[in-house]
């Protein structure tokens, strides 16, 4: 056991609750418009892969970016930046919340329709494949995507040309009820498991409880580790819990601000989410764990959350202070080599 | 007459054209993009609930099947969200739905509907923000509508579902909520038939969806300054009303068009092409056009509007264009 391995991980995940803390309260105090998707509830599984990441590796998000950007080392102050699209911000205030990229931590373009950056992740691996740079492709994507057509193409296409790419699905799926309510797009996928079409083409496929951060990082570094000696594709379903506040067309703070004391003393837990506090909320089962294993004690957890508080406080007043981008900057980059 | 939202019109007209004619099938997702005026469906769905189909995120599966049904008759309203989306079925749109007629000789037919909602939105950035008005009108076969108000969404709306050929129905997220007068009862409004929406002998406007309500307001701010601007509103791209933009430019000898695709091969640029052919002997001054800048749309919503077309700019391109 790697006690500074799981506390790095946990702190990236502490890290990514409070950045999409800040975040909602962005959004709620209009700093930002428009639709946006909160990474809360799946802290474990973007912290864990991106343990075992390496600089010359290519990872490839979604909509629901913001903790993969985080888990991966992108600056917490570039990333609100660019949720406020400030000149500051990762993309320069254009790709704003749907497409946090940061080509120099190896993101280099975040789509933002249903499936649209699967296919991209194995292009990561087949330059990689191409140029013998020993990195590896890693898309992140939801269940969703499987409604699409071509994350099948890509699916057989990365085992066809034997790619080196780990593709991870984050299944946040809502439960039976939800589905027949039909009132999410989600999912609608028939009875049946999404990890029943990568083995149908033969592809080595694993699932793992998604909100187990040492579960998650456990299986993904040996498959890491497998992708890079093999350059044949693997395929992971990490069965993520949906956060109560992601029921809704908009995230709503239904769990209030993360008191990571609950880890530890259970009186306050209560109320109607009191089972989420209990047993699904990634974080507190993470310090959980961490206390029960030894690996750290109460202050070390909270001396951690105080830590990553600040940093976020600071990434607040970094982002907000940051100017609007001048209006001639839209003509930048429409094609290269202008300027 | 009662007054109506965007959102509220179309539906009415959906429901009433359900009502009418049990081929119609309505496939239930982000419907018409209405968001939060869900409830004006909730009818729809208790009253036509066999005909009704919830998707999955598969906008390619879905054109393709509808426009399959329709070669039996089935006349399926296909609501894509945001305009973006539809490229992910543009095969299917331009290749199966816009071509099955002319490829069978005229023995199959598509009446289908793809809604879609176009434009700047409000933070939609590059992938939610699309005007896809101009592409589609390079593609044979098919019939593009894009109302400005309620009551022409509402006529309009029936008209494509009446329509015996594949229809893009092009509406924008800033109308939905808008409300003004709806005839009572029902109606339908011809494809092809432009609308004068505002009428003055100085210049023409011709825009269609928001920049009508842009060129409206305009109008006004022009009005005082002594500009008195025509506004014909177009309502269908295809079929295109010709003679109502070459009669307002005889009436005024100066052409504005907006339009909120980028400027190369745009609405725009197609109108002020066939008024160049048509009647460039009405023309006093050469005309203009006022498009989204041709650069990509940024998430932050200051850059967003001034990539767009808006009020400020019909105004100041109107009085250059008069002085």
Known sequence: ?339 | MAVMTHAEALVEAIRECMDEDPNVALVWGSLMGVGGNNEHVDHIKADFADRIFHPPISEAAIAAVATGAAMDGVRTIFPMGTASFMFRAWDQIIHEAGAAHYMSNGAVSIPVVFHVVHGLRGGGSVQHSQSPQSMLWNAPGIEIAMPSCPADAKGLMRTAIKSNNPTVFIDHQKLNKRSSEVPDGSYDIPFGVADIKREGGDVTIVAASLQVVHALEAAETLSTGGIEVEIVDLRSLVPLDEEAILASVGKTGRLLVVDEAPPRCSVASEVIATVAEKGMDLLKTPPVRVNRLPVHVPANVVLEDYVGPNTDRIIEAAKLLCH
């Open chain 1, 1 to 339: 056991m790697d006690k500074g391995r799981l506390l790095d991980i946990f702190r990236h995940m502490m890290l990514i609750r409070r950045f999409e803390e800040a975040v909602y309260d962005f959004h709620e105090q209009k700093l930002f418009g428009g639709h946006y998707h909160l990474y809360i509830g799946q802290e474990a599984t973007g912290a864990a892969v991106m343990a075992s990441l390496r600089g010359e590796d290519r990872i490839f998000s979604t909509h629901r970016n913001h903790g993969h950007l985080i888990a991966r080392g992108v600056d917490p102050k570039n990333a609100l930046a660019e949720i406020l699209n400030r000149a500051d911000g990762t993309n320069g205030g254009r790709g704003g919340t749907f497409h946090l990229a940061d080509a120099s931590a190896g993101m280099p373009h975040t789509s933002a329709l249903v499936g649209g950056s699967v296919p991209l992740a194995a292009g990561a691996g087949f330059a990689a494949k191409l140029q013998k740079s020993g990195g590896i492709g890693v898309s992140m994507f939801g269940d969703g995507c499987f409604e699409e057509g071509v994350v099948f193409e890509t699916l057989n296409l990365a085992r066809m040309w034997a790619l080196p790419v780990i593709f991870v699905c984050e299944n946040n799926t809502p439960g039976a009820v939800l589905k027949s309510a039909g009132g999410n797009n989600t999912s609608n996928l028939p009875e049946g498991r999404v990890i029943q079409i990568p083995e149908a083409l033969g592809m080595e496929c694993h699932e793992v409880d998604g909100g187990d951060a040492e579960a998650v990082d456990s299986l993904f570094a040996d498959c890491a580790t497998r992708v890079r000696e093999t350059g044949q594709p693997i395929f992971i379903e990490a069965l993520t819990e949906r956060w109560p506040g992601n029921y809704f067309s908009f995230p709503s703070r239904v769990t209030g601000i993360t008191q990571v004391s609950m880890a530890w003393d259970g009186s306050s837990i209560a109320g109607e989410y009191e089972d989420w506090f209990r047993n699904h909320d990634p974080v507190l089962r993470f310090a959980r764990q961490l206390l029960d294993r030894g690996v750290a004690n109460s202050g070390d957890v909270a001396g951690i959350d105080v830590e990553v508080t600040e940093t976020i406080e600071a990434a607040k007043e970094f982002a907000l202070s940051s100017p609007v981008p001048g209006t001639d900057s839209v003509y930048a980059h429409v094609l290269a080599g202008e300027g």
